[in-house]
């Protein structure tokens, strides 16, 4: 973990108390507790994923200029957690069949009291558009081919439909396309990836991500801090952040770090 005088000073600069950045990590943060109950009392083993595992092992919570958040499962649990999720009150689930202009193969826990926007032009005709925890599925997979494919596949044919301004061609579209893609080919790519998979995991198809994890890395999890409570990560947090970042302990330069959430309404 970094000296507590950079932390703060980190802090000062991006993310000071009251600031719409530190209210939008607040508002995940409950969303983390939130998540951590259910799976807690439904046996579901998740763990915090990509920068903000980094975030609790470098800084005791989020990356102070962080705006997103992100937990990772394995294929068995990740339907479990969905499903679980989607009857829940709170907070929205939001996959293809809870938004069917949600084309991602991952899902989304919303925060139905936020609305945000973001730069990226594939939401535009969401349902929700709340603070968000990103929900990843990883499975079995060693091929960096396949990873590629995948993603080739889902930026080329399947995110480009979300931006048809007619409506019925897009959701026909969509129902076609997104039916054509993840119940016919990326199973087909799933089942390929495994083959000698010998401990490999990645993204399921489509998701964009190329870094593989190593089983043995998040086999187990284990609690630690994560700003005021302590939330799981891989029980090899260093191999599995080291896997992704490479030299994840070194600070980047901070002048050009630029958070990519453009307006955020607490509603």
């Not at 490999?200 to 994890?213: A, L, N, S």
Request: net charge neutral.
């Amino acid at each position: 973990m970094i000296d507590p005088k950079l932390q703060a000073e980190l802090r000062a600069k991006f993310n000071p108390d009251g600031s719409d950045l530190r209210k939008m990590q607040l508002r995940m943060l409950e969303m983390l507790k939130y998540i951590d109950k259910i799976c807690r009392e439904n046996d579901i083993k998740y763990w915090l994923s990509s920068g903000t595992c980094l975030g609790a092992v470098r800084h005791g919570g989020f990356i102070p200029w962080d705006d997103d958040c992100d937990i990772e499962l394995e294929k068995k649990d990740f339907q479990r957690l969905c499903n679980i999720l989607k009857g829940e009150k709170k907070f929205i689930l939001q996959d293809h069949s809870t938004d069917n202009e949600y084309l991602a193969p991952y899902a989304k826990l919303r925060d139905p009291n936020s609305d945000l926007k973001e730069t990226n032009e594939n939401d535009k005709h969401y349902k929700y558009h709340g603070i968000y925890v990103d929900i990843f599925c990883i499975e079995p997979s060693s091929s960096l081919i396949i990873c590629k494919l995948s993603s080739y596949i889902q930026s080329v044919f399947v995110y480009p439909i979300s931006r048809i301004n007619n409506t019925y061609i897009r959701i026909n579209c969509e129902k076609l396309i997104f039916a054509l893609i993840n119940k016919g080919v990326f199973p087909i790519l799933s089942f390929l990836g495994r083959i000698n998979s010998n401990g490999w995991y990645r993204h399921i198809p489509g998701c964009g991500f190329i870094k593989k994890r190593y089983l043995k890395d998040f086999e187990r999890t284990l609690y630690t801090e994560f700003e005021d409570c302590n939330l799981p990560i891989p029980q090899n947090a260093g191999n599995y952040l080291r896997r992704i970042y490479g030299e994840f302990e070194e600070l980047p330069d901070i002048n050009s770090i630029h958070p990519h959430i453009t307006r955020v309404v607490f509603l």
